[in-house]
């Protein structure tokens, strides 16, 4: 994923001094922790300090503001979890292999237990304040980072002779992303590994048969 820019439209009062010293990605972890549980919104400061561990000045001094930590927060879950299955994804040479691998570790991340249930680019910023649009559209183009994910994954099938020419793969990985966020939502509601992971073979009934690639040496061993 690439970096998001945290918005600007939250100011919040600067600290000062050094924060003390912390574990910054157990920090973040804890934080992930309240705004699954609580929500963006209504998320306040004083429980983020106080499941972070630190003291508010420290917090303000090392993240900015509530957006700008839970903007931090969500690319740590991007970066930790997400990141190593998307380039999985992208390496193995076979479609299905490769999309089945992905959606099955997906169901693994989404019903772990030290994890929030639950994709949190999905489901942490529903029913936001206005005053918060910027979080949403962040969210937003994580999200449609995903689409892109699987279509280009999509584009490289057909290029190797695992889809059919003409497939449609923008209509592919629309169906995809909408699979990949239907699991985290079930998952959310306490769907447990195994039947997240039969969503995820069953989903594989939707790929086109494999067609003749317009470069044979491309083609998958």
């Given at each position: ?72 927060a ?8 997400w ?37 949190v ?6 029913n ?94």
């Open positions: 994923m690439t970096a998001i820019i945290p918005p600007k439209n939250e100011t919040l009062p600067k600290a000062k001094g050094r924060p003390r010293s912390f574990d910054r990605a157990q920090a973040l972890h804890r934080a992930l922790e309240v705004f699954w549980t609580r929500g963006y919104g209504p998320a306040t400061m004083a429980e983020l300090c106080a499941a972070m561990g630190i003291n508010p000045p420290s917090l303000y001094a090392a993240f900015g503001n509530k957006a700008s930590l839970f903007l931090e969500v690319e740590h879950y991007e970066t930790t979890y990141a190593a299955p998307w380039r999985r994804l992208k390496e193995e040479p076979d479609l299905r292999r490769a999309l089945e691998r992905f959606l099955c570790e997906a169901a693994a991340i989404l019903s772990m237990r030290d994890v929030p249930c639950g994709c680019v999905v489901l942490a910023t529903a936001v304040a206005p005053e918060a649009q910027d979080i949403c559209d962040a969210m937003k183009t994580l999200r449609e980072a995903s689409r892109t994910g699987f279509q280009r994954r999509f584009e490289q099938a057909v290029t190797a002779g695992d889809l059919p020419p003409d497939a449609d793969v923008a209509a592919l990985a629309a169906v995809f992303t909408a699979v990949l966020q239907g699991m985290s939502v079930q998952a959310r509601d306490g769907a447990p590994r195994e039947e997240l992971e039969r969503i995820a073979r069953t989903s594989l009934a939707m790929l086109p048969a494999p067609g003749l690639s317009p470069n044979p040496s491309l083609r998958t061993q």
